[in-house]
């Protein structure tokens, strides 16, 4: 394999670190730029550049002349960061790879599995419409002007410090007190969910691929458990054998909480089954090697080890109790 030089925009997130570790692992040589203001340090064996991705003075001063194979940008959610970082590098990269959203196909979906031909409109999460917007600015530029675009829509990508669920680590400590859990819709649904080493794999594979300019995939894994399945593999993981779960309905949640609104309304409430034979036409060797049952253990893991990171959501834990207290109330299943 020929070593690129690549440009992480990012590089300390869930989905980024991973790619780049992967990217390294590769033998491309990869540098990332940040504010160095993560609490996440960047992969080892990696040139770091000092840089305000936002300020394109301070982007361009950190950027300088350098060229570079592929630049990888995980932090544009409107199209204004997209003009920004082109306003840099356009002309100087070989391959500019955009991390969109696969929350930005139709929702609700009509057709399973989705691909990438789904139309792409969501309108009940605005993060979901600026990646559409951002990404219709980039097909533009590639039409009009040759920018070498590849669009990637991850959907729900998780590391062993990332807890998928509405209340994160407070749904796991309200397992180990015996206190019920409150999962949206009645637990059925499917839901496609990747560890981010399963995605770095296909992400890295199409780097420097001249197939890959001018198109978009889906990254996702092949593994969509139930909701009831996800919290199910949590409990066992935390040690609770007989966990209780409260099944109510995303909107009565949303109307709780709206801050949970748009990611559930707008995502999470559907089942999401994705086609990725697009990616896996490129990417040969890409396929899902960690299962939820697995990524369960990984973070209970990675929490039992670090306590520092148990935080407890007292207005989300007082605002479940409220939920499931009404829903008993009302007579709805529990």
């Not at 592929?70 to 082109?86: C, G, K, Q, R, Y």
Request: with cysteine.
């Amino acid at each position: 394999m020929t070593s690129l030089r690549l440009l992480f925009l990012g590089g300390t997130g869930t989905i980024s670190a991973a790619c780049a570790r992967a990217a390294v692992a590769a033998g491309h040589d990869v540098t990332v730029l940040n504010r160095g203001r993560s609490g996440t340090a960047a992969p080892d064996d990696v040139r770091v550049l000092r840089g305000d991705v936002r300020d394109p003075a301070s982007l361009r001063g950190a950027v300088g002349a350098e060229r570079f194979d592929a630049v990888l940008d995980f932090l544009s959610f409107v199209p204004a960061h997209v003009e920004t970082v082109l306003s840099a590098v356009e002309g100087r990269v070989g391959q500019y790879v955009f991390i969109s959203s696969a929350s930005a196909y139709d929702k609700p979906p009509r057709y399973l599995p989705v691909t990438e031909s789904t139309p792409l409109r969501n309108p009940f999460w605005q993060y979901s419409r600026d990646k559409i917007a951002c990404e219709d600015l980039l097909v533009a530029a590639y039409g009009e002007r040759h920018v070498p675009v590849t669009i990637v829509r991850p959907s729900h990508t998780y590391d062993d410090g990332r807890i998928p669920t509405m209340g994160k680590w407070t749904d796991i400590a309200r397992m180990r007190a015996g206190r019920p859990v409150v999962i949206h819709g009645d637990g059925t649904s499917l839901w496609t969910i990747t560890h981010a080493d399963d995605f770095a794999v296909a992400f890295t594979g199409l780097l420097g691929d001249p197939a890959a300019v001018g198109e978009a995939f889906t990254i996702t894994g092949t593994h969509a458990p139930t909701w009831d399945q996800i919290y199910g593999w949590l409990a066992a993981a935390a040690g609770v054998d007989d966990p209780q779960f409260v099944h109510i309905a995303s909107e009565t949640i949303a109307a709780w909480r709206p801050d949970l609104g748009p990611t559930l309304l707008g995502d999470k409430a559907h089942s999401m089954v994705f086609d990725v034979s697009k990616v896996t036409r490129l990417v040969p060797g890409f396929r899902t090697t960690i299962t939820f049952d697995e990524g369960a253990r990984r973070i209970l893991s990675f929490y039992d080890a670090n306590p520092e990171h148990q935080a407890v959501d007292a207005e989300l834990d007082a605002a479940f109790d409220a939920m499931i207290a009404h829903a008993r109330t009302a007579g709805g299943p529990v």
